[in-house]
């Protein structure tokens, strides 16, 4: 891999680094650039245009050099800084959870509006298949009244979420389970959760190995991989959600928009009680989202 040429500004060194990542086919590589800079520097990429002309000390350049080739090489930019922003939170990652991604800023979106966790004094939250917490803690964090209990079937991720939630003073207020060990069942009574929110693997297993070598090489399988339509472990979430969750409660769920899962999946929540059963859309376009309500009815 060709050295990174040493530099003095940090303007001279993103104009280098952009041109050094692009090479190396790094999607939006002066963003890429920017994002490492400004965790180096301790600050905000939009901070950074008032530093242009700040010279980077040696240890700084070695160290935006290091991540640079590490980032060429395929590596995630969220693993390679360590932190990323979601919604309010600002989430230490690594290879434990999958990279929190916006798409799944929207997912929250969607649960915060749902009238029964505004109607709660104390609304009860459930984030099923939590990786590194980004949906629990955001939740925690933009709806102070509300319980909060993540689950997943991950130590490493949980280890990860708990160290989140301490990070962000936030361990008093979520519930971090471990549900290889413990049947959701006996840990919530039937009827007592407010809204379950979720963004399960969901991928088809001949897909997983389709995926972009890098996102295989670095981000954990098993948050990946819901079996052979992907829909195996959405159908469990739903599952678990007709019986757990209040009538008029809500469950909100991310799925795989371009093997079509949102029809499938609508149908079988209907089948299970769920009524209304809405398909939303990412800001792309795709149908990635279902929002569905446990009817009152029998």
Not at 203 to 213: F, K, M, N, Q, T
Not at 280 to 285: E, F, I, N, S
Request: net charge negative; with cysteine; hydrophobic share 45%.
């Amino acid at each position: 891999m060709d050295s990174v040429p040493p530099a003095k500004t940090l303007a001279t060194v993103l104009d280098g680094a952009g041109a050094f990542l692009a090479k190396y086919g790094v999607d939006s590589p002066r963003a890429t650039a920017e994002f490492l800079a400004a965790r180096l520097l301790r600050c905000k990429r939009g901070e950074l245009p008032a530093r242009a002309a700040t010279a980077l000390p040696e240890p700084i350049l070695e160290a935006m050099r290091r991540g640079m080739r590490r980032v060429a090489a395929g590596e995630p930019l969220q693993y390679v800084t360590g932190q990323w922003d979601f919604r309010t939170v600002t989430l230490k990652t690594d290879r434990r959870a999958l990279v929190p991604r916006p798409e799944t800023e929207e997912l929250v979106s969607l649960a915060l509006a749902h009238p029964a966790l505004r109607a709660a004094a104390a609304p009860l939250v459930l984030d099923y298949g939590t990786g590194s917490g980004c949906i629990a803690l955001a939740v925690a964090k933009e709806l102070p009244a509300a319980r909060v209990v993540a689950v997943d079937v991950s130590a490493d991720a949980l280890a990860l979420a708990r160290e989140n939630a301490e990070a962000l003073g936030l361990a008093s207020r979520v519930a971090f389970v471990d549900t290889s060990e413990r049947d959701l069942g006996d840990l919530l009574e039937p009827g007592s959760v407010d809204a379950i929110v979720s963004n399960p693997p969901y991928i088809p297993s001949a897909a997983v190995d389709r995926l972009d070598p890098k996102v295989l090489a670095h981000e954990p399988r098993l948050a990946l991989d819901g079996g052979p339509d992907g829909m195996a472990v959405l159908r469990q979430v739903a599952e678990e959600a007709s019986m757990l969750l209040a009538s008029g409660g809500g469950l909100f769920l991310e799925l795989d928009a371009e093997s079509g899962q949102a029809r499938p999946m609508a149908a079988y929540l209907r089948e299970l009680g769920f009524d209304p059963v809405r398909a939303h859309r990412d800001l792309a376009g795709a149908e990635r989202f279902l929002s569905a309500t446990l009817s009152d009815g029998l």
